[in-house]
């Protein structure tokens, strides 16, 4: 593969190279290399307002699948777009910080111009009901061979995959440990509580179980699918918990969209499955 290198960048030993007719820069071309990715297009200092319309307009009515790259962490993730969808993908994940939480966490910290958008793979043909789990099965596919580490699902669609990291795993145990629970009940042994507190203690309980009422209206292990503004599956969940953990919001802000059938984040629809 013929490689050329075009300028030197900020006075210093690097320089873009051109590969297949693509200019990238040598901290995206190590990441690719290292997990033998061949991209498509390539759009790096996004910072820039021209690299951002140029995105808009070269990805343009196409479909596919895409990376966003990490050059300092080189930490990346691979989704999928529907038709002329590429740069709302880009302008969710990497402008307004939605979407996936790694990505969010990671933009703020070492802002926009540390990462890269990237053109993996477009679709055949336009993104239909019919044939959107095609693509739902090519992202799917992307992500079980390359593993990207900001990716928390396992599968376009699919949050079953979804673990608690090792960490969480232990804070949870830690905080619901006998010795724990033994600590409290010492705090409280031999105490006595007068009417009034008992009757705020039992107020206090009928409150509760009132707001699980309200809570699980829906039952939180009935499927639910997020849609696309065209009518296309966006990603199906097994619950609304699930769906929750994952776009980082609360149960209510979903069941609010379900029942007013009213844009969820002014990108979805969102709907229980029969």
């Not at 996004?46 to 966003?68: A, C, D, F, P, Q």
């Not at 707001?211 to 209206?217: A, P, Q, R, W």
């Not at 009518?231 to 929750?244: D, E, H, Q």
């Amino acid at each position: 593969m013929e490689e050329t290198c075009l300028k030197w960048l900020n006075n210093d030993l690097e320089c873009l190279v051109m590969t297949s007719n693509l200019i990238i820069s040598p901290k995206l071309k190590s990441v690719l290399d290292n997990n033998k990715i061949k991209p498509i297009m390539v759009f790096e200092e996004l910072n820039k307002k021209e690299v951002k319309e140029n995105l808009r307009s070269e990805t343009r009515k196409k479909s596919g699948i895409y990376g966003i790259f990490n050059l300092t962490t080189n930490d990346f993730y691979i989704g999928s777009a529907v038709s002329n969808r590429f740069y709302s993908r880009f302008y969710k994940h990497l402008l307004k910080g939605l979407g996936n939480k790694n990505i969010a966490i990671d933009l703020n910290k070492y802002g926009i111009e540390s990462f890269a958008f990237v053109i993996l793979e477009y679709f055949h043909k336009e993104v239909t009901k019919k044939n959107n789990p095609e693509l739902m099965a090519l992202e799917t596919y992307w992500i079980k061979t390359y593993l990207p580490s900001y990716n928390i699902l396992l599968e376009a669609g699919n949050s079953l995959g979804y673990t608690h990291s090792e960490e969480i795993k232990q804070k949870m145990r830690d905080i619901y440990s006998d010795e724990r629970k033994e600590q409290v009940g010492l705090l409280n042994k031999g105490k006595s509580l007068s009417d009034s507190v008992k009757a705020q203690l039992r107020q206090h309980a009928l409150n509760r179980s009132e707001e699980l009422k309200n809570k699980f209206k829906y039952s939180s292990l009935k499927p639910v699918t997020v849609y696309n503004q065209d009518g296309t599956i966006y990603m199906k969940f097994p619950g609304i918990t699930f769906m929750a953990k994952h776009f980082g919001c609360d149960r209510k802000t979903i069941n609010k969209a379900i029942n007013t059938n009213k844009l969820f984040k002014k990108q979805w629809y969102v709907k229980l499955d029969n």
